[in-house]
Each structure stands twice: as C-alpha cells, then as structure tokens.
C-alpha cells in the first residue's frame, strides 16, 4: 500500500505543497448480495462538493483517491448508479484525518500525510415503479412491540436529518408499520419521541417484492449514557454483542488495556448483584432468536474509545463463513444526547466479528471503522 500511495502522489500531487491523502474504499451490491460491476460512484463531502467520481470492478468494489484541501470534515456521502437498479445513498461518517497516516514525500519540498478508509457497502435495489417495506418497532430492552410510536422515512442509508420526509407513518397495536414509495431503494427511519421512549433512526430496504425492517426504541439516554443494541435475521440463531469502554481514571484492567469488556459471559461492569453499583451492564440478551441484545453504559469516561462489535458465536470457528454479513444485522447506537446511529452488516463478507464504529467519548463522535475479522474467542477482551 505504502509504494502504491507514494507513486500515486508523486505522479499527481501538486509540487511544492504540504496536504493530506486518504483513500476511501467499498462495495456495491445487489438485492440479492451480489456484486454490482459497472456502478457510477459519485463521492461528495457533507456540504455537497464532489470529490471523486469512479466506477465498481468486476467484484463490485470502487476506490477513490481524495486530496485534503477537500477534506474539511468528517462527512462523506455517496450517490451509485448501476444500469437496471434503483439509485443508491449512503452518508458516512468517517474519521478522515486521524493520526494513524503514513508520511510520503514526493521531492524534497513536497509532505503529504496518507491513510486509508473502508466504508459499508452500499446495496441497490431492482429498479421498480413502486417498493414498500413491512416492519415492526421493538423495545431495545425487553423485545416487546411499541405501538402508537409515529415514523418518518428519508431517502438514503444513514439519511440526515435534514434531508426530504418521502412519508410518515405511525406504528400499530403490535409495533407494526408500512411503507410504500415510488422509488426502491435503502431508506432511512426516524421514530419520534413517546412516552418512555426517546427518538431513534434505523434502516428501511424498499422492494418492488416488500422489503422487512425492524427497528428498536429505548429509554431517553443521557448525556453521559450510550445505548447500543442489534438485531439480526434468521440465522445464525447466536449474534453477540461486544462493548469495549475505557476504564475511569485511566486505571488499567487485569489486562492492561485500560478498557473493560461487557457482553453475555461478562454481563455488567463492575461485577455487582445491586444494578445501582454499576456504571454498565447488558440489558437483554439472546441466545438463540433475532435479537435485540442490548448493552447500556450509565456513566462514560472522560476520555477514550468505545467499540461496539457484533460477534457470531454460531460460526466463529469457521474462517470461510459469511452468515455474520449476511445475517441482516443492524447496530442501533445512542450516546449522550446526540443524533442516534444505526449501521448494516455488508454482505459477502467472510468474518465472525464485525466492528462497524468507534465512539470517541471525549467528542462523542462515532467514527465508521467497518473493521471485519475472523478467529477471534469470546472471552479474549484484545479482540474486541
């Protein structure tokens, strides 16, 4: 990577500057998880100057190189369009300048700082003239079904607050809900505000056959709280989710990383019957169904990073399986009092771990990592 960056600078970086270099990376793929070769990617920063403009391989994967006079914030989105397939969106937030880069020089007065960044696939519906998704709202906490929880739909995964309401809606007696649009595609869910309930944003996928969604709502989160919380399909029957946080006052675990490890076999931090003695706990597991689990974080630290990781204890001793990827799963993420997240598994991937975001709580920002791994033993806090 480093001799590809370094000719790739050398043979367009503008002579006798210093700046900043990082390549973004992804895929594109069908409904049905297939790659999508030929596909028009349009990159944009968050204020809408486009950046690159590329096309997906054979394996449906696209590169773009990006020069850091046109770095000016985290925010990147993107617009694919693939013959035979609805247009695609996708909003990520990626830490573009970060302090793990490469220096290049390319001649004597010419300094620029490299990095690399992967984002999620970005999956394309069949082009159609009407899609619709079928889906249900849950308590992130017991699983239960939340009716009366009114929802907005936006065009576009991870869709920002201000961009167009394409319907509303408002969820049944059983937490059920439908949406229909012109256009198929992923679309983003915002359910409001309710009693007992704070607001919350999840993927919707629109089909011309009907698409499936489920989202979660839990309590208000303060502003030094964080909710994280997945589900998934139908298989594998075992998703694990892996909080790693960092320790308060700096004080180093038995394993000397500085951070603790919550998840089922390790199910609250510190290890106390009485709920009001500890600073984080799960709040629901399961063993053997599609979700939610769900981890809460009472009281952050002052400094450091949490990683949220989803684990597939189903599989996680084969290094050619993809049932993680392909599982549907979703990461809904609530910390402080900010904009709540979610991320989507990508499909395709070989992996029994999946990191998707970093939260550094100092800013509260959640930075897109989309770290994939295989190998990795539950119980081995350096992996999560």
């Given at each position: 990577m480093r001799l590809f960056l370094f000719a790739l600078l050398a043979g367009c970086a503008p002579v006798g500057i210093e700046g900043y270099w990082v390549e973004v990376h992804g895929r594109v793929v069908g409904e049905d998880g297939a790659p999508v070769s030929g596909a028009t990617v349009l990159v944009a920063t968050g204020e809408g100057a486009l950046v690159a403009q590329v096309r997906t391989n054979g394996d449906g994967a696209w590169r773009a190189p990006l020069e850091g006079t046109n770095l000016d914030g985290n925010v990147?989105?993107?617009?694919?369009?693939?013959?035979?397939?609805?247009?695609?969106?996708?909003?990520?937030?990626?830490?573009l300048r970060s302090p793990d880069v490469t220096t290049l020089r390319a001649g004597p007065v010419q300094t620029w700082d490299a990095t690399s960044r992967t984002l999620a696939t970005v999956q394309l519906a069949e082009e159609t003239d009407a899609a619709l998704v079928t889906g249900r709202v849950l308590d992130a906490q017991t699983g239960s079904p939340v009716p009366k929880v009114p929802l907005t739909l936006q065009a576009g995964w991870n869709a920002r607050p201000e961009d167009p309401v394409v319907d509303e809606t408002e969820t049944?007696?059983?937490?059920e809900f439908l949406f229909e649009a012109d256009k198929a595609g992923?679309?983003?869910?915002?359910?409001?505000?309710?009693?007992?309930?704070?607001?919350?944003?999840?993927?919707?996928?629109?089909?011309?056959?009907?698409?499936?969604?489920?989202?979660?709502?839990?309590p208000p989160v303060g502003a030094d709280e964080l909710r994280a919380s997945v589900t998934w399909g139908e298989a594998p029957f075992d998703l694990d989710l892996h909080v790693s946080a960092p320790l308060k006052?700096?004080?180093?675990?038995?394993d000397g990383t500085g951070q603790y490890h919550l998840w089922t076999g390790a199910p609250s931090h510190p290890e106390r019957a009485d709920e009001?003695?500890?600073?984080?706990?799960?709040?629901?597991?399961?063993?053997?169904?599609?979700?939610?689990?769900?981890?809460?974080?009472?009281s952050l630290a002052a400094e450091g990073d949490?990683?949220?990781?989803?684990?597939?204890?189903?599989?996680?001793?084969?290094?050619?399986?993809?049932?993680l990827a392909d599982s549907g799963a979703v990461l809904q993420v609530w910390v402080g009092e900010d904009l709540p997240r979610y991320w989507t598994a990508s499909p395709g991937e070989i992996a029994s771990a999946w990191r998707p975001v970093e939260i550094d709580v100092a800013t509260r920002v959640p930075y897109?990592?989309?770290?994939?791994?295989?190998?990795?033993?539950?119980?081995?806090?350096?992996?999560?």
């Open positions: 990147l989105v993107a617009l694919v369009r693939a013959s035979g397939h609805a247009e695609g969106r996708a909003t990520f937030e990626v830490n049944g007696s059983t937490g992923m679309y983003t869910v915002t359910a409001g505000a309710v009693t007992g309930y704070g607001p919350a944003r999840f993927p919707a996928f629109l089909t011309g056959a009907g698409g499936r969604a489920v989202g979660l709502v839990g006052g700096g004080i180093s675990g038995a009001a003695d500890r600073e984080a706990w799960m709040e629901r597991t399961d063993l053997d169904g599609q979700g939610p689990e769900t981890a809460w974080i009472g949490v990683r949220l990781t989803v684990f597939d204890n189903d599989n996680r001793s084969d290094a050619d399986s993809s049932a897109a990592v989309e770290a994939w791994s295989v190998g990795s033993a539950p119980t081995d806090p350096d992996a999560f």
